[in-house]
């Protein structure tokens, strides 16, 4: 199978996935690194892993449908068969979803459905949740809601900063979302309605 990973900005998880393949953990090809953004510097860990880059802008194109009609054809031409949003910061459209029907991962940075969203790990420290974590789940067509893959919590301690606490949840997505990414490529996820169901290998 091939994939691509969708990332906007850092792409430490990408790294994590990158290494997931080399490790032959992850027994997928990972084809293209798409992004929105030119100054990504995901683009710049795929380049220096020779792996295929692609980054098309919002802004030369009229509607988001044609923006998103306009990555699906790209990625069709490479004979994707799933993708991997790591730090991808804008909603798929409907049209996008449908394209690639349960054959979407995402990862986000708290216990979903709790704290949805961009800022998944500023707003569950602001509340002041004593327990936060990471959530792997299938893209559907309403944000930060598909059917969860793999879940980890993350405790919040009395001396926790923001900074603390956003090593602490990276450090858990890196491992976790190449895990599920590797249990998806090995066929071992079955999807009955919200729940996910991880077969053995
Ligand atoms: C991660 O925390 C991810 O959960 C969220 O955006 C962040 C991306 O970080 N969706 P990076 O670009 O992978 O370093």
Same mark, same amino acid.
């Given at each position: 199978?091939?994939?691509?990973?969708?990332?906007?900005?850092?792409?430490?998880?990408?790294?994590?996935?990158?290494?997931?393949?080399?490790?032959? &953990?992850?027994?997928?090809?990972?084809?293209?690194?798409?992004?929105?953004?030119?100054?990504?510097?995901?683009?710049?860990?795929?380049?220096?892993?020779?792996?295929?880059?692609?980054?098309?802008?919002?802004?030369?194109?009229?509607?988001?449908?044609?923006?998103?009609? /306009?990555?699906?054809?790209?990625?069709? &031409?490479?004979?994707?068969?799933?993708?991997?949003?790591?730090?991808?910061?804008?909603?798929?459209?409907?049209?996008?979803?449908?394209?690639?029907?349960?054959?979407?991962?995402?990862?986000?940075?708290?216990?979903?459905?709790?704290?949805?969203?961009?800022?998944?790990?500023?707003? /569950?420290?602001?509340?002041?949740?004593?327990?936060?974590?990471?959530?792997?789940?299938?893209?559907?067509?309403?944000?930060?809601?598909?059917?969860?893959?793999?879940?980890?919590?993350?405790?919040?301690? &009395?001396?926790?900063?923001?900074?603390?606490?956003?090593? @602490?949840?990276?450090?858990?997505?890196?491992?976790?979302?190449?895990?599920?990414?590797?249990?998806?490529?090995?066929?071992?996820? @079955?999807?009955?309605?919200?729940?996910?169901?991880?077969?053995?290998?």
């Amino acid at each position: 199978m091939k994939f691509a990973v969708f990332a906007s900005g850092q792409g430490s998880n990408l790294q994590a996935i990158i290494e997931a393949v080399q490790r032959g &953990e992850i027994k997928a090809e990972l084809a293209v690194v798409f992004s929105d953004n030119r100054k990504a510097h995901a683009l710049k860990r795929a380049q220096e892993a020779g792996i295929k880059t692609l980054c098309l802008c919002r802004k030369d194109y009229a509607t988001k449908q044609s923006y998103d009609r /306009s990555i699906v054809i790209h990625l069709k &031409e490479e004979g994707i068969d799933f993708i991997a949003l790591a730090g991808y910061m804008r909603i798929l459209t409907p049209f996008f979803v449908k394209e690639f029907p349960k054959r979407i991962l995402n990862v986000h940075p708290s216990l979903l459905p709790s704290f949805k969203g961009a800022e998944g790990i500023k707003d /569950s420290f602001t509340y002041g949740v004593k327990v936060t974590g990471v959530t792997i789940h299938f893209v559907d067509e309403k944000m930060d809601h598909g059917p969860i893959i793999l879940q980890e919590a993350v405790k919040v301690s &009395e001396e926790e900063t923001l900074e603390s606490l956003t090593e @602490k949840i990276h450090k858990v997505e890196h491992r976790l979302y190449p895990k599920a990414i590797a249990l998806f490529a090995d066929g071992r996820l @079955k999807i009955k309605g919200r729940k996910v169901e991880i077969l053995n290998g």
